[in-house]
């Protein structure tokens, strides 16, 4: 093994986590080089977690006559034969109680100062309000009976607030279900298969709603793209090479993951060191063999090829993706926001003054000439800054468009490349060209068009009557060599052979 292997092997419980990720339930045997395709760990890493997880979840072993040997897990990576003590589950629900408060600070507070701001004036022009119909029904007796309400309605919306918006309130999004525990409101949906397919279509039409303080933030700072598996471009090579029979050239990577040609190279020497593969030159070209990488418990299932990177091209997320509705709404609290800070800098409303308020001094007593920095100057800034991070993002839209064309354009143009040379049909200039224009919707320079073609392995070739064709050399004896070695490629590399030994018996 060399150094750099050794260095990048995984310690068996890393392994085994990762394992427990890709496979979910495991219900047949399983290979090393089954586990290895399914999660993208190299083989040795797949090795060392398989034995973590038989050790862990009670698994068996069994080996054919080839020597390899199959991991059988009779009750999934589940342990039905622990009891979990009161103790256990007590500390169990606090972590689940703990981690729902976290996940809600975390991505709810941006909402929280938006509506808590809203709440707050509110409640100081309701205060005021009544404090002035008070003082003139009395005539002025007492102007301090009147102002001695802002503390009441103060903590009345604040109640409200807190109790409609905190995270395990039945009003807030998901309920306390959301947050690992179960909704109330949909247990007692009915009874009977019936009320389970009400309370199943509840559940749906739930996962499908968006919470509102998620529709801030995409308001401000866009949809959160989805998480990126690390390991996604090689579970789909492995899965190619396993569909191509263990046999696969540059052209089939780029197909499946869309990496550009100086990418794809040296990914490749990478995988020959993970999964035990090796270098084939036939009829001048090159190809990468992985026969360890065939053998499979399940020898009548059909390995099938991943389909194509450009199948889905990628695409400029909404803006927002919120309704034009719950925009608007976003944009008048914020709004309302900023013009009642306004107002409380003018009027010098601070947190001292509303203090006496709500003791009960009278407006004529109060301090006069004070900056209003928690009413005032906070709620200013915070809203003016929300307002700005959404025409900061419109001002850099058109380079992010730009830039998606590009990678539409791009992949088409591999698609025609790819998907010619199978067929043995040319690529001019002009197939070339509509392409990119069909896929990216805007006319490729010339530069820009000659850079991508270059970088897929093409040379100009002019013909007699004048027109540009580009010949990939490359690619086209790969694809041949690639064709007659999946032709002469045994079956017997599949095969795990008779069981000779079984630790369930």
Do not use: C
């Given at each position: 093994?060399?150094?750099?292997?050794?260095?990048?092997?995984?310690?068996?419980?890393?392994?085994?986590?990762?394992?427990?990720?890709?496979?979910?339930?495991?219900?047949?045997?399983?290979?090393?080089?089954?586990?290895?395709?399914?999660?993208?760990?190299?083989?040795?890493?797949?090795?060392?977690?398989?034995?973590?997880?038989v050790a862990e979840y009670r698994g068996h072993l069994r080996v054919g006559d080839t020597g390899d040997l199959l991991f059988v897990f009779p009750t999934g990576f589940t342990k039905p034969w622990v009891v979990i003590d009161g103790v256990s589950r007590f500390f169990s629900r606090a972590g689940q109680l703990f981690g729902g408060v976290a996940r809600f600070v975390v991505r709810a507070w941006l909402t929280v100062v938006?509506?808590?701001?809203?709440?707050?004036?509110?409640?100081?022009?309701?205060?005021?309000?009544?404090?002035?119909?008070?003082?003139?029904?009395?005539?002025?007796?007492?102007?301090?009976?009147?102002?001695?309400?802002?503390?009441?309605?103060?903590?009345?919306?604040?109640?409200?607030?807190?109790?409609?918006?905190?995270?395990?309130?039945?009003?807030?999004?998901?309920?306390?279900?959301?947050?690992?525990?179960?909704?109330?409101?949909?247990?007692?949906?009915?009874?009977?298969?019936?009320?389970?397919?009400?309370?199943?279509?509840?559940?749906?039409?739930?996962?499908?709603?968006?919470?509102?303080?998620?529709?801030?933030?995409?308001?401000?700072?866009?949809?959160?793209?989805?998480?990126?598996?690390?390991?996604?471009?090689?579970?789909?090579?492995?899965?190619?090479?396993?569909?191509?029979?263990?046999?696969?050239?540059?052209?089939?990577?780029?197909?499946?993951?869309?990496?550009?040609?100086?990418?794809?190279?040296?990914?490749?020497?990478?995988?020959?060191?993970?999964?035990?593969?090796?270098?084939?030159?036939?009829?001048?070209?090159?190809?990468?063999?992985?026969?360890?990488?065939?053998?499979?418990?399940?020898?009548?299932?059909?390995?099938?090829?991943?389909?194509?990177?450009?199948?889905?091209?990628?695409?400029?997320?909404?803006?927002?993706?919120?309704?034009?509705?719950?925009?608007?709404?976003?944009?008048?609290?914020?709004?309302?926001?900023?013009?009642?800070?306004?107002?409380?800098?003018?009027?010098?409303?601070?947190?001292?003054?509303?203090?006496?308020?709500?003791?009960?001094?009278?407006?004529?007593?109060?301090?006069?000439?004070?900056?209003?920095?928690?009413?005032?100057?906070?709620?200013?800034?915070?809203?003016?800054?929300?307002?700005?991070?959404?025409?900061v993002r419109a001002l850099f839209r058109g380079r992010e468009k730009k830039k998606v064309a590009a990678e539409r354009g791009r992949l088409a143009i591999m698609r025609e490349v790819l998907t010619r040379i199978d067929r043995k049909q040319p690529i001019t200039d002009a197939v070339a060209r509509d392409a990119y224009r069909e896929a990216a919707g805007e006319e490729p320079s010339d530069k820009q068009l000659t850079r991508?073609?270059?970088?897929?392995?093409?040379?100009?070739?002019?013909?007699?009557?004048?027109?540009?064709?580009?010949?990939?050399?490359?690619?086209?004896?790969?694809?041949?060599?690639?064709?007659?070695?999946?032709?002469?490629?045994?079956?017997?590399?599949?095969?795990?052979?008779?069981?000779?030994?079984?630790?369930?018996?």
């Open positions: 093994m060399t150094e750099t292997s050794a260095a990048r092997t995984m310690a068996p419980a890393t392994a085994a986590e990762a394992l427990k990720s890709a496979l979910g339930r495991p219900e047949k045997p399983l290979t090393v080089a089954d586990a290895a395709t399914t999660s993208g760990l190299p083989l040795r890493d797949a090795e060392s977690g398989l034995h973590q997880l938006l509506l808590g701001y809203v709440a707050i004036f509110l409640a100081v022009i309701i205060a005021f309000a009544i404090a002035r119909s008070s003082g003139n029904s009395s005539n002025d007796r007492d102007e301090g009976v009147g102002f001695s309400l802002v503390g009441g309605v103060l903590r009345i919306v604040a109640e409200a607030f807190f109790w409609t918006f905190h995270p395990f309130s039945p009003f807030a999004y998901g309920g306390y279900g959301a947050y690992g525990g179960y909704g109330a409101s949909d247990e007692r949906v009915g009874w009977g298969s019936a009320g389970a397919g009400a309370r199943q279509q509840k559940k749906r039409q739930k996962a499908d709603e968006v919470s509102f303080y998620e529709k801030v933030n995409r308001f401000f700072f866009g949809i959160t793209p989805p998480p990126v598996d690390p390991r996604a471009n090689e579970k789909k090579i492995l899965a190619a090479i396993r569909a191509g029979k263990g046999r696969i050239g540059l052209a089939d990577v780029m197909r499946v993951t869309g990496l550009p040609r100086e990418e794809a190279d040296p990914s490749m020497a990478r995988l020959m060191v993970d999964y035990e593969g090796d270098v084939a030159v036939h009829e001048g070209g090159i190809l990468y063999t992985f026969s360890a990488l065939r053998r499979t418990a399940d020898e009548g299932a059909e390995e099938r090829a991943p389909s194509p990177a450009w199948t889905k091209l990628p695409e400029v997320p909404p803006f927002t993706g919120n309704g034009d509705g719950a925009n608007f709404l976003i944009v008048v609290l914020n709004g309302f926001n900023l013009v009642m800070s306004g107002v409380a800098l003018e009027s010098g409303l601070s947190l001292n003054k509303l203090i006496m308020m709500f003791q009960g001094v009278k407006p004529k007593l109060l301090p006069q000439g004070e900056l209003a920095v928690a009413l005032g100057v906070v709620p200013l800034v915070f809203s003016l800054v929300l307002f700005a991070i959404p025409v991508e073609l270059v970088r897929l392995g093409g040379d100009v070739e002019i013909r007699a009557e004048g027109r540009v064709r580009y010949r990939f050399a490359d690619l086209e004896t790969e694809a041949a060599a690639v064709e007659l070695e999946r032709e002469a490629a045994p079956e017997s590399e599949r095969k795990v052979g008779k069981i000779v030994f079984r630790s369930d018996d």
